[in-house]
């Protein structure tokens, strides 16, 4: 499952040429699906305000640590344990809030795929350390949804302060509805270009 194809691509260059010259000059972004789920879900978690890196090796760290990577075996750690695991104090708390709400029913990730796209915000920002931008990743990355934009992410803001004449939020919320119904492969390229011109590769 994806959500970047040639007809869409064709479609959004039509809607702003930007998008053709980053194409041009770096080729088209990578596959950036993700399986829906718990992992993905932590995984997300973990890269809130931090680089990719530094999330990936902090994940790795945590799955390799416990004997399987679900909500009951990491409700099992003490304090000490994620610390030893590189997971600063706060992300213990919304990776156990998470995990609990798993296991006691509040929240059903599967059923998540069914549901629309503003139930699932709905669903989500109840969890403790889950906000919009942790919920517009999920959607895009593991759901698929094709017209999300997280106006909250630093490298989407900066690059469209760098290739767009928006340079405030306000004036950006209103610049992104001309890649309606498009936003989130927008949102990819934008990425895409970000990643690229400062040599950092994409990491899923």
């Known amino acids: 499952m994806g959500i970047v194809n040639k007809t869409d691509r064709e479609l959004l260059f039509r809607k702003d040429p930007i998008f053709q010259t980053i194409h041009d000059q770096y080729g088209p972004p990578p596959e950036m699906y993700r399986d829906p789920g718990f992992t993905s879900l932590c995984k997300i978690i973990l890269?809130?305000?931090?680089?990719?890196?530094?999330?990936?090796?902090?994940?790795?760290?945590?799955?390799?640590?416990?004997?399987?990577?679900?909500?009951?075996?990491?409700?099992?750690?003490?304090?000490?344990?994620?610390?030893?695991?590189?997971?600063?104090r706060q992300k213990t708390v919304?990776?156990?809030?998470?995990?609990?709400?798993?296991?006691?029913?509040?929240?059903?990730?599967?059923?998540?795929?069914?549901?629309?796209?503003?139930?699932?915000r709905e669903k989500l920002i109840r969890i403790k350390g889950i906000g919009v931008w942790t919920t517009e990743v999920y959607l895009m990355f593991c759901l698929g949804r094709k017209d999300i934009f997280p106006l909250g992410d630093i490298a989407l803001v900066r690059t469209m302060r760098e290739l767009t004449e928006a340079k405030t939020k306000e004036t950006m919320a209103t610049y992104i509805e001309r890649w309606q119904p498009l936003r989130s492969l927008a949102a990819f390229y934008l990425w895409h270009y970000y990643l690229k011109k400062r040599n950092r590769p994409f990491i899923p």
């Open 47 to 88: 890269e809130q305000q931090v680089s990719l890196a530094s999330a990936r090796a902090h994940f790795q760290r945590l799955h390799d640590y416990v004997p399987k990577f679900e909500p009951t075996y990491l409700l099992k750690l003490t304090d000490a344990e994620m610390r030893e695991c590189q997971i600063s």
């Open 94 to 120: 919304y990776l156990r809030a998470l995990s609990q709400a798993l296991l006691d029913g509040s929240l059903d990730l599967q059923k998540l795929e069914k549901d629309t796209t503003e139930t699932v």
